[in-house]
């Protein structure tokens, strides 16, 4: 069995301890699969989607205790899915905190905000047009 990892960027990953996982887990399969971000490896209390791991506050490695609010970007690959995030996550228990639109962090930067059901601010932004030297680095261990 071979496990595929995207590499590249600054952050190795991160981690969401959460209160409910089920809410959370449906929450994040619905807005993960608008951005084609799959859910690589789940249990019955944390799921794995790249470099984003969601635990149960019940789980071993969390200690009993919610990390706290958080903010996480997820890159989008256009204006389009920036506002299905947007719209996916209002009915998956987000609430909104910034509808989709323009900021002024640099030009062409489109975002959308949403309250995740732990109190994370998840953004899906699309930094506008541009040219990648490659796709995505690519990591497989095998299993």
């Known amino acids: 069995e071979t496990y595929l ?3 590249g960027r600054l952050i ?19 807005v993960l699969a608008v951005l ?18 969601v635990c ?4 071993e490695g969390s200690l009993g205790k919610p990390t706290g609010r958080h903010h996480l970007a ?5 204006r389009e899915t920036v506002k299905a995030f947007y719209h996916t996550a209002l009915t998956h228990g987000g609430r909104d905190n910034g ?29 506008g047009e541009a040219e990648r030297s ?4 690519e990591i497989r261990f095998n299993l």
Do not use: C, M
Request: proline share 5%; charged share 20%.
């Open 36 to 53: 084609e971000i799959p859910i690589i490896n789940t249990s019955d209390d944390y799921f794995w989607a790249d470099e984003l791991v």
């Open 99 to 127: 509808a989709p639109g323009e900021r002024t962090y640099h030009p062409g930067y489109y975002a959308a905000f949403v309250i995740d059901p732990d109190g994370n601010n998840i953004e899906a932004v699309y930094h």
């Open 5 to 7: 990892l995207h590499r």
């Open 74 to 78: 997820f890159q989008a690959k256009d």
């Open 12 to 30: 190795d990953h991160i981690q969401l301890v959460v209160n409910d996982f089920e809410l959370s887990k449906a929450f994040y399969q619905a």
């Open 56 to 59: 149960s506050v019940k789980s």
């Open 134 to 137: 490659t796709h995505a680095v």
